[in-house]
């Protein structure tokens, strides 16, 4: 059984800092990447945070320059920071991790988070 927890959202001020946190836990061989999606009302899910296992990242032009995605490779957590909010970064968002749970396993399976409200609003 493989768990994703999210934490961290909540109500901020335009212009204002959160930080969210997700963490994978269970019976888990590996890790490979880990993301963050986001979702707002009447709108698809969006690919706004990618880092791989080797550190590399990648973000959406709407974030890129604002927020930070990291990771704990000892804690299977990713993390997003996230500055100079916006009302438009309004959403859910969700994590996402692509792992094995057996050295055997051909391939890479994803997981997702439950996802955390994230309001921007004065």
């Known amino acids: 059984q493989v768990q994703v927890v999210e934490s961290g959202g909540g109500l901020v001020q335009p212009g204002g800092s959160l930080r969210l946190s997700c963490a994978a836990s269970?019976?888990?061989?590996?890790?490979?990447?880990m993301g963050w999606y986001r979702q707002a009302p009447g709108t698809a899910r969006d690919l706004i945070a990618t880092?791989?296992?080797?550190?590399?990242?990648n973000y959406a032009g709407s974030v890129k320059g604002r927020f930070t995605i990291s990771r704990d490779n000892a804690k299977n957590t990713v993390y997003l920071q996230m500055n100079s909010l916006k009302v438009s970064d309004t959403a859910v968002y969700y994590c996402?991790?692509?792992?094995?749970?057996?050295?055997?396993?051909?391939?890479?399976?994803?997981?997702w988070g439950q996802g955390t409200q994230v309001t921007v609003s004065s």
């Open positions: 996402n991790v692509d792992l094995k749970v057996e050295p055997s396993t051909r391939n890479w399976y994803r997981y």
């Open positions: 880092i791989w296992s080797d550190g590399t990242t």
């Open positions: 269970g019976s888990i061989f590996s890790v490979n990447a």
